[in-house]
């Protein structure tokens, strides 16, 4: 009878097409064109930065910064030497309105300064004009004309101990190929145990949520649940029947949403690589069986948790409308949690993993990372398993109730 109950939910739900598009098409394919979409955007904003050559107008600029400027011959940028006469206020008014990058101006006895340097206590200056809410302006400061000056100045400290060889008191890994000691796999996860986990709790949720208010909440609106409720069938095995057809509804809807987060990682990875520009080794990622038990172990619990929230939510509910209204706090908590959890940092404490829902994010985070014991994956499935089981007891207990299940 359990079967029969199962295979006439999810015929319902299937046999819809505008459901079974809304829930399982429509959310894979919004989600690979939106990624897609911000993937090449932020690697294209990112290359064009760099692409982009900033002229850097330069005042008052002694001979030898000059003779250095001419010696570095730099593609990265343009620069533009103007003398003390020339209005710099029309330059940096360009640049507060974006139209130019970078205004440099020596101090005009800047090379007194620095010959006298042992008879005076007050450093010479340089002083820079920049746009920090525009990208090409910023670069220009911060990447280009800081090394610069930062080479320069090491230039004028060698002149003054005799060799330039002489600033640098030690090199960092100049011949030292092998520093790197990371694991490529975990290397490859990194960036993905923050989002993915993430997206999947929520996108769990909301698969349950799409469909779950309605498996109950809307059957007491439209009156078919007090049919139901008069057959000879157990009440016991109507809510199992509901349970387990809404847990592999939910299944189906947050796989389909990964498919298309999967499909759009070709052109998504500039964005989990933060704007490098860089394309994300998937190929790294090479899970074993072992782990894909323990990801479905994980999923599994907390999927059980999530509909055994949203059917007692629908249970309490008059009608689909008062259901979505308990459920929307539910909903911004789940998200908390799953964006707390993504973006924790350092080693995960026993106690973490025994969190219901927070501990299977922190898990799922864990297994990307390929850090993730039997131990961990046990103590966050179990949790959430026996929550889980203890929430379909409620639930089945409420179905015995002719107040709760009969309430308009």
Not at 133 to 160: C, L, V
Not at 326 to 355: C, D, N, R
Request: glycine letters at 6%; a negative charge.
């Amino acid at each position: 009878m359990l079967k029969t109950l199962i295979k006439k939910e999810l015929k319902r739900v299937f046999s819809d097409r505008r459901l079974v598009f809304s829930s399982f098409i429509l959310p894979a394919v919004a989600i690979a064109m939106m990624y897609s979409i911000m993937g090449t955007l932020i690697s294209s904003m990112s290359s064009d930065i760099k692409q982009h050559i900033p002229q850097i107008y330069i005042q008052n600029a002694p001979e030898d910064f000059k003779s250095y400027i001419s010696d570095i011959n730099n593609d990265e940028y343009k620069a533009i030497f103007i003398d003390a006469k020339t209005d710099v206020e029309a330059i940096k008014e360009e640049i507060y309105n974006g139209q130019k990058e970078l205004l440099v101006v020596f101090d005009s006895d800047f090379s007194e300064k620095l010959s006298g340097y042992k008879d005076t206590n007050i450093l010479p200056q340089i002083s820079t004009y920049y746009n920090p809410t525009e990208d090409y302006s910023d670069r220009a400061r911060n990447r280009i004309f800081m090394t610069i000056a930062d080479d320069y100045e090491k230039r004028i400290i060698g002149e003054r101990l005799g060799s330039i060889e002489f600033v640098n008191a030690f090199d960092i890994d100049r011949d030292n190929e092998d520093g790197v000691l990371a694991d490529e796999r975990k290397t490859a996860g990194k960036s993905l145990s923050m989002i993915v986990p993430m997206l999947m709790t929520i996108l769990l949720f909301a698969g349950a949520m799409g469909i779950g208010m309605d498996t109950i909440a809307g059957e007491k609106e439209r009156g078919t649940m007090a049919t139901m409720l008069v057959t000879p069938v157990k009440r016991e095995i109507i809510a199992l029947g509901k349970v387990i057809s809404l847990a592999i509804v939910a299944i189906i809807s947050a796989a389909s949403s990964i498919v298309g987060v999967i499909i759009s990682l070709p052109a998504s990875s500039g964005m989990f690589n933060g704007g490098s520009g860089e394309t994300l080794d998937v190929t790294a990622l090479q899970f074993s069986v072992e782990q894909f038990i323990q990801l479905f172990l994980i999923l599994i619990s907390m999927v059980l948790i999530f509909v055994g929230v949203i059917c007692l939510i629908s249970i309490i509910a008059k009608n689909v409308k008062e259901a979505g209204t308990y459920v929307a706090p539910i909903y911004m908590i789940i998200m908390v949690l799953a964006v707390t959890s993504g973006f924790s940092q350092g080693e995960h404490k026993f106690w973490e993993f025994m969190i219901p829902v927070f501990g299977s994010i922190t898990a799922m985070k864990s297994l990307f990372l390929f850090e993730l014991t039997w131990g961990n994956a046990l103590i966050s499935s179990g949790v959430g398993l026996l929550v889980g089981g203890i929430l379909i007891k409620v639930i089945t207990a409420m179905f015995n109730s002719e107040k709760i299940m009969l309430s308009s």
